[in-house]
């Protein structure tokens, strides 16, 4: 069998069949690979999708030309298309009840080494409005796990909130992190978290996949879907926060369904985002940890190796490791700076400082070291309020919002709300 003819088969069936891979991967089980669908007959498609499927039709010279120019256009922007037939495809996935036919994946590093089956995988997911707790948590969860050997991968869907948090905490404490999309390849979503993906991408061990062809836009029941991919990877899932109706509650309780080990972080009884979490808890589907070196223990995972390091990790093409708002950190060395207001004052002009001085002119400058200084002072500030306390301009302050987010310096959530990252 072509391992470049069946990848461009296997591409097609998915193509085809879309949201029902199950009748593709059917077929390829009924004939025994993907290219074998297209070289049957007439009458050997039709005693297994029925007379008159309108699939039929479908399975054609063009959509393998279709399929072929994806191919072509993954290769020319870095990307590749990886089969459930090839020997690569995450065993875990292949397993679960409704795995993908393929994965389109963006990384530097070989499938083998990306989805290679002794790295534990652990699925960390969560509500979009984190709150500084359960941002605080997930950083701590994720520095724990990057103290075991072998070190585990780092699963979440790139989302505002606890996705994000867990992402660039695993790239600055040197973990492998993969990001499911509900997008195509091509589309980052949501935009603002573009320079993550592609300190993701540029990351050996670390990727981001999807399952959606090129040119798939965000669309509400596309994350839906990709759930199942980040229950299904793991052996874990964690949820941190959550409310009662979100896609982290989808996720969990696809994770339970797939007979993964669930675990969520219990919270106060009149807090939204932790109604989720205590109701996964009080029906069994998860189990709670209240701490990260508890939960740890609970995985079953290997103690800290003696003489690991557990510092930040090198910069990531050219530009400092980040976990939410790591980057605040005292320069001096004595740690965390005060909450005093001169000390938040020093603190911001000293992050605007080391992270923009030779980047930014010097009213770009101040702008953003007032937009620090005013968002620790008072975390949910919107973006509006900056604007109008510091006499600046909504598209001033949003442009910097963004880079200031992109930095891993602020987080803005669905509301405009902003606060200091590592808060």
């Given at each position: 069998?072509?391992?470049?003819?069946?990848?461009?088969?296997?591409?097609?069936?998915?193509?085809v069949f879309?949201?029902?891979?199950?009748?593709?991967?059917?077929?390829?089980?009924?004939?025994?690979?993907?290219?074998?669908?297209?070289?049957?007959?007439?009458?050997?498609?039709?005693?297994?999708?029925?007379?008159?499927?309108?699939?039929?039709?479908?399975?054609?010279?063009?959509?393998?030309?279709e399929?072929?120019?994806?191919?072509?256009?993954?290769?020319?922007?870095?990307?590749?298309?990886?089969?459930?037939?090839?020997?690569?495809?995450?065993?875990?996935?292949?397993?679960?009840?409704?795995?993908?036919?393929?994965?389109?994946?963006?990384g530097?590093?070989?499938?083998?080494?990306?989805?290679?089956?002794?790295?534990?995988?652990?699925?960390?997911?969560?509500?979009?409005?984190?709150?500084?707790?359960?941002?605080?948590?997930?950083?701590?969860?994720?520095?724990?796990?990057?103290?075991?050997?072998?070190?585990?991968?780092?699963?979440?869907g790139?989302?505002?909130?606890i996705?994000?948090?867990?992402?660039?905490?695993?790239?600055?404490?040197?973990?492998?992190?993969?990001?499911?999309?509900?997008?195509?390849?091509?589309?980052?979503y949501?935009?603002?978290?573009?320079?993550?993906?592609?300190?993701?991408?540029n990351?050996?061990?670390?990727?981001?996949?999807?399952?959606?062809?090129?040119?798939?836009?965000?669309v509400?029941?596309?994350?839906?879907?990709?759930?199942?991919?980040?229950?299904?990877?793991?052996?874990?899932?964690?949820?941190?926060?959550?409310?009662?109706?979100g896609?982290?509650?989808?996720?969990?309780?696809?994770?339970?369904?797939?007979?993964?080990?669930?675990?969520?972080?219990?919270?106060?009884?009149?807090?939204?985002?932790?109604?989720?979490?205590?109701?996964?808890?009080?029906?069994?589907?998860?189990?709670?940890?209240?701490?990260?070196?508890?939960?740890?223990?609970?995985?079953?995972?290997?103690?800290?190796?003696?003489?690991?390091?557990?510092?930040?990790?090198?910069?990531?093409?050219?530009?400092?490791?980040?976990?939410?708002?790591?980057?605040?950190?005292?320069?001096?060395?004595?740690?965390?700076?005060?909450?005093?207001?001169?000390?938040?004052?020093e603190?911001?002009?000293?992050?605007?400082?080391?992270?923009?001085a030779?980047?930014?002119?010097?009213?770009?400058?101040?702008?953003?070291?007032?937009?620090?200084?005013?968002?620790?002072?008072?975390?949910?500030?919107?973006?509006?309020?900056?604007?109008?306390?510091?006499h600046?301009?909504?598209?001033?302050?949003?442009?910097?919002?963004?880079?200031?987010?992109?930095?891993?310096?602020?987080?803005?959530?669905?509301?405009?709300?902003c606060?200091?990252?590592?808060?």
């Amino acid at each position: 069998m072509d391992s470049e003819n069946e990848k461009i088969c296997a591409l097609a069936l998915g193509r085809v069949f879309g949201e029902k891979p199950r009748i593709a991967l059917a077929l390829i089980e009924c004939f025994g690979s993907a290219q074998a669908v297209f070289e049957a007959g007439d009458r050997q498609l039709e005693e297994v999708l029925g007379p008159g499927s309108r699939y039929r039709g479908l399975l054609s010279a063009r959509a393998l030309e279709e399929a072929r120019s994806e191919s072509q256009s993954l290769e020319k922007m870095g990307a590749r298309y990886l089969p459930c037939t090839d020997a690569a495809y995450p065993g875990a996935l292949r397993d679960s009840e409704d795995p993908p036919v393929g994965l389109y994946y963006r990384g530097c590093s070989p499938a083998e080494e990306i989805f290679a089956p002794e790295r534990p995988c652990v699925s960390i997911v969560g509500t979009r409005d984190a709150s500084p707790y359960g941002l605080k948590q997930c950083e701590a969860l994720v520095q724990a796990l990057s103290t075991l050997q072998p070190a585990p991968v780092i699963v979440s869907g790139l989302a505002y909130g606890i996705d994000i948090c867990a992402h660039r905490t695993a790239l600055h404490c040197g973990l492998p992190t993969l990001a499911v999309m509900a997008t195509g390849i091509d589309r980052i979503y949501p935009w603002q978290h573009r320079m993550d993906a592609e300190a993701m991408a540029n990351t050996p061990g670390c990727a981001l996949l999807t399952d959606y062809p090129l040119d798939t836009p965000a669309v509400a029941l596309n994350f839906v879907r990709r759930n199942r991919i980040i229950a299904a990877l793991s052996r874990w899932t964690v949820l941190v926060e959550s409310r009662e109706k979100g896609g982290g509650m989808i996720t969990a309780r696809l994770a339970f369904g797939y007979g993964r080990e669930v675990y969520a972080l219990p919270g106060r009884l009149d807090d939204l985002r932790s109604q989720g979490c205590n109701r996964l808890i009080a029906t069994k589907v998860a189990e709670a940890y209240t701490s990260p070196e508890e939960l740890l223990e609970a995985m079953g995972l290997r103690q800290p190796t003696p003489g690991r390091r557990s510092g930040p990790a090198p910069a990531v093409g050219g530009r400092p490791g980040v976990a939410g708002g790591l980057g605040l950190a005292d320069e001096s060395g004595g740690g965390a700076v005060g909450c005093g207001p001169g000390s938040m004052e020093e603190a911001s002009r000293k992050t605007a400082r080391r992270f923009y001085a030779e980047k930014m002119s010097p009213d770009d400058l101040e702008a953003v070291t007032k937009m620090l200084i005013r968002i620790r002072a008072d975390c949910g500030v919107t973006l509006m309020q900056l604007a109008e306390d510091l006499h600046l301009s909504e598209y001033k302050v949003g442009a910097l919002s963004s880079l200031l987010e992109a930095d891993g310096l602020i987080n803005v959530d669905l509301l405009k709300r902003c606060r200091i990252g590592s808060d």
